[in-house]
Protein backbone atom coordinates (compact mmCIF):
# COMPACT_ATOMS: atom_id res chain seq x y z
CA UNK A 1 0.00 0.00 0.00
CA UNK A 2 1.47 3.40 -0.70
CA UNK A 3 0.95 6.62 1.22
CA UNK A 4 1.66 10.40 0.28
CA UNK A 5 4.26 11.52 2.38
CA UNK A 6 5.06 15.11 2.45
CA UNK A 7 8.62 16.69 3.82
CA UNK A 8 10.70 19.24 2.65
CA UNK A 9 13.84 18.05 0.53
CA UNK A 10 16.37 20.88 -0.08
CA UNK A 11 14.68 23.79 0.59
CA UNK A 12 11.44 22.83 -1.65
CA UNK A 13 7.98 21.10 -0.52
CA UNK A 14 7.86 17.08 -1.96
CA UNK A 15 4.98 14.80 -2.03
CA UNK A 16 5.58 11.39 -3.38
CA UNK A 17 3.90 8.29 -2.92
CA UNK A 18 5.90 5.30 -1.08
CA UNK A 19 4.94 2.44 0.12
CA UNK A 20 5.58 2.43 3.94
CA UNK A 21 8.67 0.59 4.49
CA UNK A 22 10.22 1.93 1.38
CA UNK A 23 13.99 3.20 2.49
CA UNK A 24 14.43 7.37 2.09
CA UNK A 25 17.57 6.52 0.07
CA UNK A 26 15.70 4.18 -2.41
CA UNK A 27 12.87 7.12 -2.93
CA UNK A 28 15.83 9.86 -3.89
CA UNK A 29 17.30 7.80 -6.07
CA UNK A 30 14.77 6.24 -7.59
CA UNK A 31 11.26 8.74 -7.52
CA UNK A 32 13.45 12.04 -6.90
CA UNK A 33 16.26 11.21 -9.61
CA UNK A 34 18.65 12.51 -6.85
CA UNK A 35 21.53 10.52 -7.06
CA UNK A 36 24.64 12.03 -5.49
CA UNK A 37 23.72 9.85 -2.33
CA UNK A 38 24.96 6.38 -2.84
CA UNK A 39 24.04 2.76 -1.62
CA UNK A 40 26.59 1.17 -0.06
CA UNK A 41 25.72 -1.91 2.79
CA UNK A 42 22.43 -1.27 3.11
CA UNK A 43 22.87 -2.08 7.10
CA UNK A 44 24.33 1.18 8.39
CA UNK A 45 27.76 0.28 8.85
CA UNK A 46 29.70 2.52 5.80
CA UNK A 47 27.81 5.95 5.50
CA UNK A 48 27.62 6.06 1.92
CA UNK A 49 23.96 7.32 2.46
CA UNK A 50 23.81 10.04 5.05
CA UNK A 51 21.70 12.62 4.27
CA UNK A 52 20.85 15.75 6.74
CA UNK A 53 16.91 15.22 8.41
CA UNK A 54 16.00 18.39 10.65
CA UNK A 55 20.00 18.89 10.85
CA UNK A 56 21.61 15.78 11.82
CA UNK A 57 23.34 13.20 9.67
CA UNK A 58 21.29 10.23 9.28
CA UNK A 59 21.57 6.89 7.09
CA UNK A 60 19.02 7.05 4.88
CA UNK A 61 18.93 3.05 3.76
CA UNK A 62 17.04 1.97 6.43
CA UNK A 63 15.31 5.05 7.48
CA UNK A 64 11.25 4.28 6.14
CA UNK A 65 10.21 7.14 4.43
CA UNK A 66 6.76 7.15 6.17
CA UNK A 67 9.34 8.42 9.16
CA UNK A 68 9.52 11.88 7.14
CA UNK A 69 6.36 13.65 7.74
CA UNK A 70 7.08 17.27 7.98
CA UNK A 71 10.88 16.86 7.98
CA UNK A 72 13.75 18.58 6.34
CA UNK A 73 15.58 16.72 4.49
CA UNK A 74 19.13 18.12 2.72
CA UNK A 75 21.19 15.86 0.38
CA UNK A 76 24.50 16.55 -1.30
CA UNK A 77 22.95 18.33 -4.25
CA UNK A 78 22.22 21.30 -1.74
CA UNK A 79 25.26 21.53 -0.35
CA UNK A 80 26.36 24.43 -3.14
CA UNK A 81 23.36 26.48 -2.34
CA UNK A 82 24.55 26.43 1.50
CA UNK A 83 27.14 28.86 3.08
CA UNK A 84 28.18 25.78 5.21
CA UNK A 85 28.16 23.41 2.54
CA UNK A 86 29.79 25.65 -0.01
CA UNK A 87 32.71 26.03 2.14
CA UNK A 88 32.78 22.21 2.81
CA UNK A 89 33.17 21.70 -1.35
CA UNK A 90 35.84 24.42 -1.73
CA UNK A 91 37.81 23.02 1.61
CA UNK A 92 37.45 18.81 0.11
CA UNK A 93 38.49 20.63 -3.34
CA UNK A 94 41.36 22.21 -1.42
CA UNK A 95 42.54 19.42 0.33
CA UNK A 96 41.45 16.66 -2.35
CA UNK A 97 40.15 15.01 -0.08
CA UNK A 98 38.63 11.31 -1.40
CA UNK A 99 40.14 9.62 -4.15
CA UNK A 100 37.33 7.19 -5.39
CA UNK A 101 34.68 9.55 -4.34
CA UNK A 102 32.10 6.87 -3.19
CA UNK A 103 31.90 7.81 0.48
CA UNK A 104 32.32 11.41 -0.18
CA UNK A 105 28.59 12.44 -0.33
CA UNK A 106 27.94 10.97 3.24
CA UNK A 107 31.13 12.19 4.83
CA UNK A 108 29.69 15.79 3.45
CA UNK A 109 26.66 15.40 4.80
CA UNK A 110 28.12 14.44 8.24
CA UNK A 111 30.44 17.14 8.47
CA UNK A 112 27.61 19.65 7.50
CA UNK A 113 25.53 18.42 9.95
CA UNK A 114 28.29 18.97 12.47
CA UNK A 115 29.80 22.35 11.35
CA UNK A 116 25.76 23.49 11.38
CA UNK A 117 25.40 22.24 14.95
CA UNK A 118 29.12 23.41 16.34
CA UNK A 119 31.02 26.44 14.71
CA UNK A 120 34.15 25.61 16.05
CA UNK A 121 34.60 21.64 16.43
CA UNK A 122 37.89 20.43 17.43
CA UNK A 123 39.61 17.83 15.93
CA UNK A 124 38.18 15.10 18.22
CA UNK A 125 34.85 16.36 17.34
CA UNK A 126 35.14 16.10 13.80
CA UNK A 127 36.67 12.53 14.34
CA UNK A 128 33.27 11.44 16.15
CA UNK A 129 31.25 12.92 14.04
CA UNK A 130 33.23 11.05 10.93
CA UNK A 131 33.39 7.76 12.65
CA UNK A 132 30.78 5.76 11.44
CA UNK A 133 32.22 6.36 7.85
CA UNK A 134 34.10 3.76 5.63
CA UNK A 135 36.30 5.20 3.31
CA UNK A 136 38.80 2.24 1.81
CA UNK A 137 40.86 4.73 -0.33
CA UNK A 138 42.75 6.28 2.48
CA UNK A 139 41.72 9.62 2.62
CA UNK A 140 40.90 9.92 6.32
CA UNK A 141 43.76 12.53 6.83
CA UNK A 142 43.18 15.15 4.18
CA UNK A 143 39.25 14.50 4.60
CA UNK A 144 40.08 15.50 8.38
CA UNK A 145 41.84 18.54 7.32
CA UNK A 146 39.00 19.55 4.38
CA UNK A 147 36.83 19.69 7.40
CA UNK A 148 38.83 21.41 9.64
CA UNK A 149 39.98 24.08 6.54
CA UNK A 150 35.79 24.66 6.44
CA UNK A 151 35.66 25.35 9.68
CA UNK A 152 38.17 27.81 9.74
CA UNK A 153 36.87 29.30 6.56
CA UNK A 154 33.38 29.92 8.31
CA UNK A 155 34.75 31.83 11.16
CA UNK A 156 35.07 28.66 13.29
CA UNK A 157 38.44 27.25 14.19
CA UNK A 158 39.21 23.06 14.45
Do not use: W
Amino acid sequence: MSNSISFRLNGSEVSLKASGDEPLLFALRNALDLKATHFGCGLEQCGACVVAIDGEARYSCTLPVSALGGANVTTPEALGDDPVGAALLDAFEQEQAGQCGYCISGILMSAYALLKAESRPGREAIVSALDKHLCRCGAHGSILRAVERAAASLGGGA
